[in-house]
């Protein structure tokens, strides 16, 4: 007693930080895991069963307190972050109690001092509510009473009941089960066998207490909860993540939490220097629960922010028993130089304030949430997540169910409407038998309970089977800020329903094989434009931004929207509001690379994507897909193809990866290969813009135009909007001779987008080609009056007037060409033929001289030229001079009779 008096203020100012360590937090709105584990008390109200009614996970206990404190708070979010807060200061005074045994007091003060800043950093997901922030306070008690029973003789009974808390941590989390045969080992090492049998006993009384409460309470039910442990199990280990997800998790996680909690990171290994040196057995103690702490995160094998919790835990008490050895030997004589230990500690100190200086900004007075919450990973459920759960109780009764296609179990609290399901775990491929009970209890769920509204946050839930499935009618209701599709069930009678409970797995599988057939992601964006509502999908966007102005995908989409209309001054701002943001963010760099290719600003243009090559960090597969797109942009075919084949190696099942390594290969002008990778990549996800456009140009490169002509239809059928996609129809079918239709194309495409350079010369050739002499003159004259520095648009301007019988025009024409691109012998021998027709024979010479001089001419050419030129000689009676041209043209085409006849007429051999 008289130990905790002196201590008090100790304890006071402990836990005074660790909880105003979170106060930033207190207001934030619920997220995925505070919805699912306060699920329960929120619907027990209407008689809500835990087993019977909603499935949990694994053992109840972390539900039970959430439960708890949900039902002291009586739903408010804000006073059951308070009270977690709370629950987070006692295991903060548990860390100085532990850290004060081990290495002493003044360690013990900096562990719980670092523990209650550390663990609320924002990138450890301090903000949410995690099992591990529940199980740390078992785990450190455990420890704690673990070594009372060692050193101070206090008998057995302290070792079992250190094994009966650790037994109630792995209540909490099972993967706490990893401390026990360390921490056994660690006993009879330097104990004995009496004592690691002690703390195993100690272990499995707890856990059999706990299997004996659950049997209890659930007797009836527990079957239902081992299906659901057991499936969560099989979800688990079929969840193996392939490296490029573990880099992502890396990159998109760690790195931030990395640099929030600088301090302990660095500081470890200075821990680690003098626990090899010193060799005690309080630090041995220490880097056995390291090592455990490590296995626990690499056994999970996911890498979520949350689940570092339990190593930066254990890192805060190491690193505080490394401060008192190191300033010990500060200017004493030790391993180091003599300034050695000054330059690590201001090491750490700098570390330290840097870790300051991540964590600031969210205590500053006047801060602006909203741009700190752009920060979390969980920012859409924060700020979006909400809006759909008032659009849902606004446009509900309280007695319907609604049912949500994805994790986000809060929406069902933010709704205040219960789910018609009974598991929060949804299909997770590969499927197993196990999961036949699943798809029965959900598809049952939806068919007796009929679900208002769902939601889809994942997007792989094939709607149209799921209505052949219930025979219900679904129908698409909005899709909220053009990312979350809502349905409401419709009045109508759907189709027969094709459910049937006594069908066999074989059958089950198949149908829920093509129910999650769709492409797993959480963005839709385009679906509104896919419909030609422009107006829609404007407008949801902009409700995003009045929701979140610093949401950076809305300001792209807008951007990139208005870039599609023109409007290139807006979708400069959006694209520019969207840096001030994020001005890291690859993508942002790559959509203002192509605004300023549209804008023909070809130098910023490249200044762009060269931005955007340098702030990619491709250790996720969207990420390695644009380092593949960007060098395919700069020109570099081949470091693209490279690229984007790698990925497949890591994972490849990965949407739009086949799409860009065949968009890659056709501009490299590997046309076969291009249709290759695009039709792997259409049966995989058969939907997206601008596949099937790039699968007609790349059958149109490769000499199949019918083939093309179709695939670029059935692209227009599917996503009318799209800049060129009529002009390159018009291309294909000018190339197939079909003219007309030809025509019809290109002119859909100046109706929708009356510029870039080519629309009108094309279409001019196409009415040249219908016959349509006079109509394709206006279009060649209007396309070189936009663009006149483009190559071929005079030569075939001269070309129509010499069909046109024009012939001062032509020549104009042809000469025009040869002023801008010198070189071309068959333009100067068109304009010298003309030349000649009209008698100005003189400067036809000068043309036909040029041509027989090129090397670049052809051989007819060649011999035509020196033929003119005989002939023009000899009109000028240089008959002589004449006579050498026209054997000359005999050289080179020995049967050109009319240089052989003009011979004879001179009087010459041949």
Not at 345 to 369: A, E, H, I, T
Not at 503 to 528: I, M, N, Q
Not at 598 to 626: G, H, Q, T
Not at 774 to 795: C, H, M, N
Request: proline residues 4%; hydrophobic residues 45%; contains cysteine.
């Amino acid at each position: 007693m008289a130990y905790l008096s002196s201590d008090l203020f100790v304890l006071s100012l402990i836990s005074l930080v660790a909880i105003l360590a979170r106060v930033p937090f207190l207001a934030f709105p619920m997220d995925e895991d505070f919805g699912f584990y306060a699920y329960v008390g929120h619907f027990r109200k209407r008689g809500l069963r835990l087993v019977k009614d909603f499935w949990g996970v694994f053992f109840p206990w972390v539900i039970f307190l959430k439960t708890g404190m949900y039902k002291i708070c009586r739903g408010n979010i804000k006073c059951s972050r308070l009270l977690f807060s709370l629950y987070n200061a006692l295991t903060a005074i548990s860390v100085f109690f532990l850290a004060s045994r081990l290495f002493g007091k003044g360690p013990g003060v900096l562990a719980a001092v670092l523990y209650s800043v550390f663990s609320a950093a924002p990138s450890l997901g301090s903000c949410s509510t995690h099992a591990e922030k529940y199980y740390l306070l078992p785990v450190t008690l455990s420890v704690l009473c673990f070594l009372h029973g060692m050193d101070r003789g206090l008998g057995l009974g302290w070792i079992i009941f250190s094994g009966m808390l650790l037994g109630t941590a792995f209540a909490l989390k099972p993967v706490n089960f990893v401390h026990l045969p360390l921490f056994s080992l660690y006993l009879w090492l330097y104990g004995g066998g009496e004592e690691a049998a002690s703390y195993v006993s100690g272990f499995f009384f707890a856990v059999l207490i706990n299997f004996g409460v659950i049997i209890t309470v659930f007797r009836k039910e527990i079957r239902p909860l081992w299906i659901q442990n057991k499936l969560r199990i099989m979800a688990a280990l079929n969840h193996i993540g392939k490296p490029l997800d573990i880099l992502e998790r890396m990159v998109t996680d760690f790195f931030p939490l990395f640099r929030e909690t600088l301090f302990i990171w660095v500081s470890f290994p200075i821990f680690l220097y003098f626990a090899v040196h010193e060799k005690n057995q309080a630090q041995a103690l220490l880097l056995l629960w390291v090592a455990a702490s490590i296995i626990i995160l690499i056994g999970q094998r996911a890498f979520w922010n949350y689940q570092y919790i339990p190593l930066v835990h254990v890192f805060c008490m190491a690193s505080a028993a490394a401060a008192p050895g190191l300033i010990g030997r500060l200017g004493k004589e030790n391993p180091f130089d003599p300034i050695g230990p000054g330059i690590v500690f201001l090491f750490l100190l700098s570390s330290l304030l840097y870790s300051m200086k991540n964590l600031f900004p969210y205590y500053l007075p006047g801060r602006d949430w909203k741009k700190l919450l752009n920060r979390f990973r969980k920012m859409d459920q924060y700020l979006h997540v909400p809006e759909i759960g008032k659009y849902i109780r606004n446009n509900s009764s309280e007695s319907d169910y609604i049912y949500v296609w994805g994790p986000w179990t809060q929406l069902y609290l933010l709704a205040d409407r219960p789910s018609c399901e009974k598991s929060a775990f949804h299909f997770i491929p590969p499927f197993q038998e196990i999961h036949e009970i699943q798809y029965d209890e959900t598809i049952k769920g939806i068919i007796e309970k009929k679900p208002r509204f769902i939601v889809q946050i994942y997007s792989n839930f094939h709607m149209e089977k799921l209505n052949d499935l219930t025979g219900l009618a679904y129908e698409l209701d909005r899709v909220i800020f053009n990312r979350y599709p809502v349905y409401r069930l419709a009045e109508k009678k759907g189709a027969e329903r094709l459910y049937k409970e006594d069908e066999d797995w074989d059958a089950k599988k198949g149908r829920l094989e093509k129910l999650t057939e769709g492409a797993r992601g959480h963005k839709v964006y385009s679906f509104y434009l896919d419909g030609n509502n422009e107006e829609r999908y404007l407008k949801e966007f902009e409700e995003a931004l009045q929701v979140n102005p610093y949401d950076v995908a809305a300001l792209v989409h807008i951007g990139i929207y208005h870039r599609s209309l023109l409007n290139f001054e807006k979708s400069l701002d959006y694209l520019k509001m969207a840096l001030v943001v994020n001005k890291d963010v690859s993508g942002i760099r790559l959509e203002m690379a192509h605004l300023y290719k549209a804008m023909e600003k070809d130098v910023l243009y490249e200044e762009e994507l060269k931005k955007a090559k340098r702030r990619i960090v491709p250790f996720n597969a969207s990420s390695w897909i644009r380092w593949g797109i960007i060098h395919r942009l700069l020109g570099n075919f081949e470091k693209s193809i490279k690229i984007l084949k790698f990925l497949p190696k890591i994972s490849n099942t990965v949407e739009s990866l086949y799409f860009e390594l065949g968009v890659s290969c056709r501009e490299a002008g590997r046309p076969q290969e291009a249709i290759e990778y695009i039709e792997k990549e259409l049966a995989l996800y058969p939907n997206g813009e601008w596949k099937y456009f790039n699968l007609g140009l790349a059958c149109r490169e490769a000499g199949r135009p019918q083939e093309a002509i179709e695939y670029i239809e059935k692209e227009l059928a599917m996503y009318p909007r799209g800049e060129w996609k009529h002009f390159h129809l018009g291309l294909v079918c000018r190339e197939a001779g079909r003219p007309l239709e030809a025509i019809e194309h290109i002119e859909k495409e100046l109706a929708l987008y009356p510029n870039g350079e080519w629309k009108h010369f094309h279409l001019g050739m196409a009415h040249k080609e219908a016959g349509m002499l006079e109509q394709a003159r206006e279009w060649l004259l209007s396309e070189i009056k936009r663009y006149p520095a483009g190559e071929w648009k005079q030569y075939e301007l001269g070309l129509l007037y010499q069909k046109m019988e024009r012939l001062d025009d032509a020549i104009s024409c042809f000469e025009k060409e040869l002023e801008s691109f010198p070189g071309k012998p068959y333009v100067h021998y068109l304009a010298a033929s003309l030349l000649k027709t009209k008698g100005d024979l003189e400067k036809a010479r000068k043309h036909f001289e040029v041509v027989v001089r090129s090397d670049a001419s052809e051989v007819r050419d060649k011999a035509g030229g020196h033929y003119h030129i005989g002939s023009i000689l000899m009109a000028k009676n240089k008959n002589r001079e004449a006579a050498a041209e026209f054997r000359k043209c005999l050289q080179l085409l020995p049967d050109h009779k009319m240089a052989a006849k003009q011979l004879d007429l001179i009087g010459v051999e041949p």
